[in-house]
């Protein structure tokens, strides 16, 4: 047992020295009034998504979608306002 432990060692080690995937996507723009509507709202049940995951056209039922899963789960909803701020800011930066 003491041999296959000092065997394994080196590859758990080696292991750790792997580089890391971020869990948080890049942000255009990030210091933009979207960009933290997105942080704020999105990062509470998952890194919030790069705005070229969709385009401009599916980006308004994603955030409908959301909505009504914050509305399930009984998280605050956004409001008119930052909700028309984090939709300007996805189609500016959508996929084509």
């Known amino acids: 047992m003491t041999r296959f432990v ?3 060692l080196p590859l758990l080690l080696s ?3 792997l580089p890391q995937q971020s869990s948080h ?3 255009p723009d990030p210091d933009s009034e979207g ?3 997105m942080k704020q709202y999105c990062s509470d049940c998952h890194a919030p998504p790069s705005p070229a995951a969709h385009t401009a056209k599916e980006w308004p ?3 409908y979608r959301m909505q009504e ?3 399930m789960k ?3 909803l ?3 306002r930052e909700e028309k701020l984090l939709l300007d800011y996805l189609k500016e930066y959508a996929k084509s």
């Open 78 to 80: 956004m409001d008119e």
């Open 61 to 63: 039922n994603v955030i």
């Open 25 to 27: 996507t890049v942000l």
């Open 6 to 8: 000092l065997l394994l």
């Open 35 to 37: 960009a933290l509507v």
């Open 15 to 17: 292991a750790c020295e």
């Open 74 to 76: 009984a998280y605050t």
């Open 69 to 71: 899963r914050r509305r």
